[in-house]
């Protein structure tokens, strides 16, 4: 059983930046494929990013193309969240996932294709 722990979000301004961490622990991080969500209130969990296990290939949801940014770290077990040019509409609850399946590029933008969930950590994007 696999668990991932987030880092802490924050409040930041609009236009800055923000680096969120995921690091997953009783399993091999190197064997999950790990992605982003976010939910805001009274809205459904959105994608946001996502890296393939093995290839490293990486996916991104329309929204957040060209501001964010999805690595990981083999040796930590970890998958980092780059965020720039942050939105008021980037506000959210973030929550890392990961999944030992090996889909396709467009499946893993589904949250239905993870089996393993962080808690999350909030986002707040003022202006």
């Known amino acids: 059983q696999v668990s991932l722990v987030e880092s802490a979000g924050g409040l930041v301004q609009v236009g800055d930046s923000l680096s969120l961490s995921c690091t997953a622990s009783?399993?091999?991080?190197?064997?999950?494929?790990m992605a982003w969500f976010r939910q805001a209130p009274g809205k459904e969990r959105e994608f946001v990013a996502a890296?393939?296990?093995?290839?490293?290939?990486?996916i991104y949801g329309d929204s957040v193309k060209g501001r964010f940014s999805i690595t990981r770290d083999r040796v930590k077990k970890a998958a980092y969240l780059q965020m720039n040019g942050l939105k008021s509409e980037d506000t959210g609850v973030y929550y890392c996932?990961?999944?030992?399946?090996?889909?396709?590029?467009?499946?893993?933008?589904?949250?239905?294709?993870?089996?393993?969930w962080g808690q999350g950590t909030q986002v707040t994007v003022s202006s």
């Open positions: 996932a990961a999944t030992t399946r090996n889909w396709i590029l467009s499946a893993m933008g589904v949250k239905e294709s993870y089996d393993h």
């Open positions: 009783g399993g091999d991080q190197s064997s999950y494929s």
């Open positions: 890296f393939r296990r093995g290839d490293g290939k990486t």
